[in-house]
Nanobody, 128 residues
């Protein structure tokens, strides 16, 4: 089972940018769909989206569409979440999760149970 680790979180002002990374050192991520989720204090986990292994296509939640972009580098064995135009509401702990397969489900059908391996998360705080 692949083990994924997130990094890149931090504190940023509204309107700023951050790039999160999801890396694995034990298995190639090339065969895994990668989902991104976030959870703010006292809120339910929210799915951000999923990037497919076979073609790198990604689907996004409406709350982040146009501001967040997922990408993957099989050479580096990393999946990225580029976050631009950050808002205070984006403050949360961000998690990546891996599911062996070639294509993510349609966004509305993505559920946490689809993913076998979860990282510990990285904190993103957006404040002035």
């Amino acid at each position: 089972q692949v083990h994924v680790v997130e990094s890149g979180g931090g504190s940023v002002q509204p309107g700023g940018s951050l790039r999160l990374s999801c890396a694995a050192s034990d298995y190639s991520l090339a065969f895994y769909n990668i989902g991104w989720f976030r959870q703010a204090p006292e809120k339910e986990r929210e799915k951000i989206g999923c990037i497919s292994s076979i073609d790198g296509r990604a689907e996004y939640a409406d709350s982040v569409k146009g501001r967040f972009t997922m990408s993957r580098s099989n050479v580096e064995n990393v999946v990225y979440l580029q976050m631009n135009s950050l808002k205070r509401d984006d403050t949360a702990r961000y998690y990546c999760a891996a599911a062996y397969g070639d294509k993510c489900p349609p966004f509305t059908r993505i559920v946490s149970a689809d993913f076998d391996s979860w990282g510990q998360g990285t904190q993103v705080t957006v404040s002035s």
